[in-house]
């Protein structure tokens, strides 16, 4: 191993209400390429986002190649020689890869076309980086903007290379390169630095791997002392509350069956990848894995939210496949959305408009043409009351409530209505654990009354708590299907990073 | 050293004293901003704003010509808030007035044998047809294809404008009328009635009852409550089910057939045949009126009476020797430093003392 390069220190970082970083210590050898591995939230972007001077951390101290760094601005971590390629790339679309190279740099009065494509010609052969200097980004896929991304850093002399989740828009050919580059920028004397929760680029590619959980690093692990259970041990952690809040009980018929269904992100590209699955009456199906595998398109898919490219979704036998919104709600879909603030709840309007969202068109609450207003006001109070949500009237912006309030509302509205299915994706992210009991009582309610739970968590405690069935997802299909009583921690783990139990370790 | 840093804070509830009084300082800020061009064109402002006040709101005869002029600026920022509602900008209200009242010339002019008592039915009919249909066009675009209804309704003015010139110039032009761009006077079956002796006519009604209707649609109503939804968040009305597609369209039309109806009621109760300048960019202000008024009908009644007022005084403004079109830098000054204010109304500034190092 080369020199040390960068030492970071009992960094600590907070933001209002949460402790992102918490005396996290990491150290990164020149030659090396290091993973960053840990689920959403371990605190792994927030970390580089330090490195790489975005913010400043409350405590703790930086130091580059021996010497005390206090960033005070990316341009401080950009004259050490630090570089970051970002998951969304930063660049000028209608520009030319040259001028995006150059953007940004001070120099001459005049642009030098002839010397700045011959740079740049120079530092794709000795990389392998193969890009056309002239080309427009907007030509480029999104391998190769990527690597303009990775030029970009170079061309900066940049030596200390950031990563974050680099392989998320690739495809399997273009990662094998991507590493091979990344691979001779490190025998160049580069550190290389990227973050990933995927196990087997870990395995495949890092020399060294920290591991992060809740804020903390957890372990920093060789390649060569280490396998990937021990690795998932560490992401996840052992050491949960098992206070099981589902009873069991007997599932009745299958209502929702789900028959190789695919469908695309916002981006366009695949998200549901022919996913099968079914959910019986009284059954709560957990689903585990890491954000950003398919969990929201599928809860979209569902709701009818999003087009299924592919395939057959049927509630109670009916088929409800890319259904009007309204005929899937009509049907007894109720939806817990991720995001509840902007798209379960308007935030400027009030808590009566908010709970009628669903019901507004129900012959008890609207006539032909009028809303009933008094219906209307008894309804909306009648569910304050009942679910204890804490207002100061019902005519208030929902705007005013706190997150824990916000999702009793939307839960009293989505629960009402008597769903034959519940789809819930991170229904307690943010809440706190008083609100969390609420939410996960009232769905266990709901499973007692014989509606069918789909519970898409990041909580893997959660789902022990809650789930008769656990289904690992990742990159848009369900890895393996575990039934509550056999399944464990360690295994879900490995399969949430894309491993297999009995393939590796 | 200590250096105090200006920082701007998001308010999670505006104050009602807020919403009311940076409207008025906004106007005052204007008046005084405007008074600078008085000054450079050799007038005393505070002088000339009494004088315009007088003109328009001094005498019943004012009073009664400023009322002529709220008729039109009502009817359109009625049309135009509607779409406002949604988030809709439509800046086209002027050429759907423009088609509108061409629709209802039309009829007066040219179609034969409609029974008396239907003239005046069928005229507005017509407008407001013509005043959906122009407005159809942006709103097909942006519903399918979701083109920038700013800039097509606003595009489509142009167009409608020249259109009814071309008529005017040509084809429609009245023979008796000594060449003047104008076409035939109606008949007087198809004159909205007027007043008494004044030039006030029935197209206050209308435009009342008008603001009536929209205020119990948009409070009452199940498809007032779908709008407002759709206008406060489009992701949560598809959460919860509702046609966006659909509304776009049904809202940008109503937008256009209010505004053609503003047209007819200019042709059929002030000028009495088609001409030239039969908007005084009524379609222009009423955005400025519907914003002021913050989209609330009985507010835009008010502010369209305050507008009416800017806009008759330009005579008054031109007999003190400027030009009349002053009075639309004033309104556009006004519309600046409202807009300007909007930020205090979102935000709270506060001012934070800094040590530096």
Known sequence: ?505 | MAKTKIMLEKRLTVPTSVKAFVPIIAIFLALVATSIFFIVGGKNPIEMYIEMFGGAFGSWYGISETLVKTIPLLICALGVSVAFRMQLYNTGAEGQLYMGALAATYVALFVPNIPTLLRLPVMMLAALLAGALWAFIPAISKALWDVNEVITTLLLNYVAILTVESLLFGAWKDPNGFNFPQTAQFDQSFRLPAFGTTRIHMGLVIGIVLAVILYIVFSKTKWGYEIRVMGESKRVAVYSGMNISRNIVIVLCLSGALAGLAGMSEVSGVSGRLIRSISDNFGYSAIIVAWLARLNPFMIIVVSFLFGGLLSSGSTIQMAGLPASTSYMLQGTILFFVLAGELFIRYKVRFIKQEVE
Not at chain 1, 57 to 79: L, N, S, T
Not at chain 1, 225 to 238: I, Q
Not at chain 1, 414 to 442: C, M, N, Q, W
Request: aromatic share 6%; hydrophobic share 40%.
């Open chain 1, 1 to 505: 191993m080369g020199n040390l390069v960068v030492e970071m220190k009992n960094i600590r970082k907070t933001f209002p209400g949460t402790v992102a970083n918490d005396q996290v210590s990491l150290q990164i050898f020149e030659g090396e390429i290091h993973a960053l591995l840990g689920e959403n939230g371990a605190g792994k972007s927030t970390l580089m986002s330090i490195l790489t001077g975005l913010y400043k951390p409350d405590c703790g101290e930086i130091y580059i190649r021996g010497e005390k760094v206090d960033f005070k601005a990316p341009k401080d971590a950009i004259d050490r020689g630090i570089g970051m390629v970002h998951q969304h790339f930063k660049l000028v679309k209608p520009f030319t890869v040259a001028e995006n190279v150059i953007l940004g740099l001070p120099g001459k009065q005049f642009i030098q076309q002839d010397e700045i494509v011959k740079e740049i010609n120079h530092i794709s052969e000795q990389f392998g980086l193969k890009v056309d200097a002239g080309a427009k980004i907007w030509q480029l896929s999104v391998g190769e903007q990527q690597r303009v991304e990775i030029i970009k850093m170079l061309y900066r002399g940049t030596n200390i290379m950031i990563l974050d989740e680099p392989t998320a828009v690739l495809t399997p050919q273009e990662v094998g390169e991507l590493f091979r580059t990344l691979r001779s920028m490190a025998d160049k004397n580069c550190a290389i630095i990227f973050i990933t929760h995927k196990m087997h680029e870990v395995m495949e590619f890092a020399d060294r791997i920290t591991v992060l959980r809740g804020g903390k690093a957890i372990a920093t692990k060789e390649n060569k002392h280490t396998s990937s259970n021990e690795l998932a041990e560490l992401m996840v952690g052992k050491q949960m509350s098992m206070e099981r809040k589902n009873a069991g009980g007997e599932l009745g018929e299958v209502v929702l069956k789900v028959d190789k269904v695919c469908a695309q992100n916002d981006k366009g590209l695949q998200a549901l990848n022919n996913i099968s699955f079914s959910i019986r009456a009284g059954e709560i199906l957990g689903v585990a894995g890491v954000a950003g595998n398919g969990q929201s398109v599928l809860s979209e898919v569902l709701s009818g939210m999003r087009e299924a490219t592919r395939g057959k979704i049927t509630l109670n036998g009916e088929d409800i496949t890319n259904k009007p919104v309204q005929s899937i709600i009509d049907a007894g879909v109720a939806f817990i959305p991720e995001d509840r603030g902007s798209t379960g709840l308007a935030g400027n309007l009030s808590v009566i408009d908010n709970i009628m969202l669903k019901e507004y068109r129900c012959k008890k609450f609207s006539g032909g043409i009028f809303m009933k207003d008094k219906a209307v006001r008894t309804r909306a109070q009648e569910l304050v009351d009942t679910y204890d949500v804490k207002i100061p009237n019902i005519d208030c912006p929902v705007k005013m409530m706190s997150g824990g309030n916000l999702q009793k509302l939307l839960l009293a509205r989505e629960t009402s209505f008597g769903p034959k299915l519940i789809v819930a994706v991170y229904p307690i992210r943010g809440l706190d654990i008083g609100a969390t009991d609420f939410i996960h009582d009232l769905l266990i309610a709901e499973k007692a009354k014989g509606a069918a739970i789909l519970l898409i968590s990041e909580d893997l405690e959660e789902l022990f708590k809650m789930a008769d069935n656990i289904a690992v997802m990742y990159e848009g299909e369900f890895m393996d299907t575990i039934p509550y009583a056999k399944a464990n921690v360690n295994e879900i783990g490995l399969l949430m990073s894309g491993v297999r139990s009995g393939t590796n370790g």
